[in-house]
């Protein structure tokens, strides 16, 4: 079909809306130059395309470019000329990771919306946009999240919902500035406790997904302002893991040296000894003073979320005789230390149900 300036809907300056036309093919001859030079915006959605027309690239100042709702099977390296381009939504088509361009991950872009396609992994061209804002591959068929997602240091929210996606990796906790992490509807079965470096997480949604406890260091996200549980088989009793394996000799020597304050020095000592020391836990029995490096003691403790909620979070003992902070009554966890409570203006929001 051929493209006349006039058959874009009225838009503003900067704007080209060539939407719901059932275009095959996208020719811009007949737009005139200073139009292509002065238009910032140009929607593409709801066509017929197949692949990115390599005409989009005539609009060199181009920053907002929505081609969603095609039969896109490709996004061909003429995308790489639009050096401008900031926002590129490309949802419900029928990409894939051997869809993109080698040079994808070279563009400028701060907002990537490829939710609603085929994408099996997330094509590690998408790791390298380094100034990317936002990113959404929900409804696709993820399975994993690489560890190069941490390479997105300029991320505030992640979209991965409606996926396959089973954990999720530390890695993540590496995004100083993610604000919202969402994902719902997959098949996580635990949280990582490293998550508690994201000092700027707001909201975390993990509805419909495999939960049965959370790590106890889900506390420590102090701007968290909204969870969303419902749909997780989380534990409604409390759960006491009996497997423990002895701690080692080098252990026991380490915890005693940790417990009971025995000064040694960088001379005393052989290099691999001093990073194992370094990484003594401690207890969070605050009835004990042990610490615990590889053997520890699994314990399901329920804390009252914003008075409403009781939520399983994962501690971990130094000992099966270590007297545990939390009772083997429900009832009686929330009197036995401070942390047993989240106060409603730090969580405005838990959802369970």
Do not use: W
């Not at 396609?117 to 997330?122: G, K, L, M």
């Not at 100034?131 to 994993?144: I, P």
């Not at 969070?284 to 409403?308: E, L, M, Q, T």
Request: overall charge neutral; hydrophobic content about 35%.
């Amino acid at each position: 079909m051929e493209i006349h300036e006039g058959a874009a809907a009225a838009a503003g300056d900067g704007v080209l809306d060539f939407s719901r036309l059932s275009l095959h093919t996208f020719n811009a001859d007949n737009v005139s130059e200073q139009r292509k030079r002065d238009t910032r915006q140009l929607f593409l959605s709801y066509n017929r395309l197949s692949s990115l027309p390599t005409s989009v690239t005539v609009f060199c100042n181009l920053e907002v470019l929505d081609i969603s709702n095609n039969g896109l099977t490709a996004i061909g390296e003429g995308i790489t000329r639009l050096t401008r381009l900031k926002t590129l939504i490309a949802k419900n088509n029928r990409l894939d990771e051997l869809s993109l361009p080698k040079q994808f991950g070279s563009l400028q872009l701060e907002v990537l919306n490829f939710s609603g396609n085929r994408f099996e992994e997330i094509p590690l061209e998408c790791t390298k946009l380094q100034r990317l804002q936002s990113l959404s591959l929900g409804g696709n068929r993820l399975k994993s999240i690489p560890a190069e997602i941490e390479n997105l240091s300029s991320l505030e929210l992640l979209y991965l919902g409606g996926n396959l996606i089973s954990a999720i990796p530390p890695e993540v906790a590496n995004l100083p500035y993610l604000t919202y992490l969402v994902l719902c509807d997959n098949r996580i079965q635990s949280v990582p406790p490293q998550l508690t470096r994201l000092h700027s997480l707001r909201s975390l949604s993990l509805h419909n997904n495999l939960l049965t406890y959370l790590p106890r260091e889900i506390l420590s996200l102090v701007h968290l302002q909204e969870l969303s549980l419902r749909g997780n088989p989380l534990v409604v009793r409390f759960v006491k893991e009996m497997i423990y394996d002895p701690p080692s000799l080098l252990e026991l020597a380490g915890r005693t040296i940790k417990s009971k304050n025995i000064p040694y020095y960088p001379c005393d000592l052989p290099s691999n000894l001093l990073r194992y020391l370094d990484l003594a836990s401690k207890c969070p029995n605050p009835k004990c003073a042990g610490v615990y490096f590889d053997s520890c003691v699994r314990h399901i403790k329920f804390v009252d979320f914003c008075g409403k909620y009781r939520l399983p979070l994962m501690h971990y003992l130094c000992s099966p005789e270590c007297t545990s902070p939390c009772s083997s009554n429900p009832q009686s966890d929330a009197e036995s230390e401070d942390e047993s409570s989240v106060p409603a203006d730090r969580l405005q929001r838990v959802l369970l149900g």
